[in-house]
C-alpha cells in the first residue's frame, strides 16, 4: 500500500555560516519547491521536487590573511537567483510516541514495557539524494569606498551527492522535533569564477570532491501545513572547513 502527494512548498530561510574560502557570510534565501512523494505503508519514500530560488547574499571577507597586521575587512552584497531539481530515496524507521499503549510499533502491546516506553517516539532516516542547480551571476562593488572593487560572480553548476542519517524524536504531548544528522557528500561543479577588476586572474573556488557533515536542529510545529526550524552545522573537506552554519528558517506547505 502506498500514498502520493503533490505540492507546493514555500520556504524563508536566514543563514550564517562562516569557512576559510569565503569567509562569514550571511544569506537570505526565498524558495517555492514542487514536489511529488510517493511513500509506502513500511516508511519507504521517493521524492522528486523542482526548486527556485532567490537569495540575498551578504558577507566580510579579509583581505591577506588573519596573521598579518594588514589585513582589512572588505564587505559585498548582491541578490542572485537558481534553479533545480533533486530526487531523494530514503526510509523512515521509528516508533509512534503513544500514550502507555504500545503504540503502533513491532511488538507493541496493550501492555508496553519500559524499555518500549523509553524508544517510543524516536526514529531514524537513512536517506542518498542526487541534486543539481544552476546558479545565475551577479556583479557587486564592495566597501569601504576606501579599497571599493568591482566583483563578478559568474554563472555556475553544481551537482551535489549526498548519503545521510538522521534521527531524532517527536516529543510526547509538544509540538517540538529536536533532531541531528550526519553525512557525506561528493561535489561535483563548474563555472562561478569571480573576477576583481584590476586583480588579474579570475578566482575559482574549489568545491569539489568529498565532505563529512553533521548537524543538531530542531523543528517547531505551527499547525499540520507548517513549521519554524532552527539548526547547526559543520562541514570539513580536503580543501576547506566550514566550522559553522546556522539556518533560521520557515516552511509551509500549499
Not at 527556485?52 to 537567483?81: E, K, L, Q, W
Not at 569601504?144 to 510526547?172: E, H, I, M, W
Not at 519554524?228 to 559543520?234: G, M, N, S, T
Amino acid at each position: 500500500m502506498e500514498s502520493r502527494s503533490t505540492g507546493t512548498t514555500t520556504g524563508l530561510t536566514i543563514t550564517a555560516q562562516g569557512d576559510n574560502v569565503t569567509g562569514v557570510r550571511v544569506l537570505g534565501t526565498s524558495c517555492v519547491t514542487l514536489q511529488d512523494t510517493v511513500i509506502r505503508s513500511h516508511g519507504t519514500g521517493l521524492d522528486l521536487a523542482t526548486s527556485s530560488t532567490a537569495t540575498m547574499n551578504g558577507g566580510t571577507i579579509t583581505t591577506g590573511t588573519a596573521r598579518n597586521a594588514g589585513a582589512r575587512p572588505v564587505t559585498g552584497a548582491y541578490n542572485s537567483d537558481a534553479q533545480g531539481f533533486s530526487l531523494e530515496f530514503g526510509r523512515r524507521i521509528g516508533r509512534a510516541s503513544g500514550s502507555g499503549n504500545g503504540g503502533s510499533g513491532a511488538g507493541g502491546s496493550g501492555a508496553d514495557s519500559g524499555a518500549g516506553n523509553a524508544a517510543a517516539g524516536w526514529w531514524i532516516e537513512p536517506t542518498v539524494q542526487a541534486a543539481v542547480v544552476w546558479l545565475h551571476g551577479a556583479s557587486y562593488r564592495t566597501s569601504p569606498g576606501n579599497q571599493s572593487l568591482d566583483v563578478k560572480v559568474d554563472t555556475a553548476r553544481a551537482a551535489q551527492y549526498r548519503a545521510q542519517l538522521r534521527f531524532g524524536r517527536q516529543l510526547r504531548d509538544t509540538r517540538w522535533r529536536p533532531y541531528g544528522k550526519f553525512g557525506v557528500v561528493k561535489t561535483d561543479t563548474a563555472g562561478g569564477e569571480i573576477r576583481i577588476t584590476g586583480a588579474g586572474e579570475p578566482f575559482a573556488p574549489d568545491y569539489d570532491g568529498w565532505r563529512g557533515e553533521f548537524g543538531l536542529g530542531a523543528s517547531y510545529l505551527l499547525d499540520a501545513r507548517s513549521q519554524l526550524y532552527f539548526d547547526y552545522e559543520y562541514g570539513k573537506a580536503a580543501h576547506y572547513e566550514r566550522p559553522w552554519s546556522l539556518n533560521l528558517g520557515y516552511r509551509v506547505l500549499w
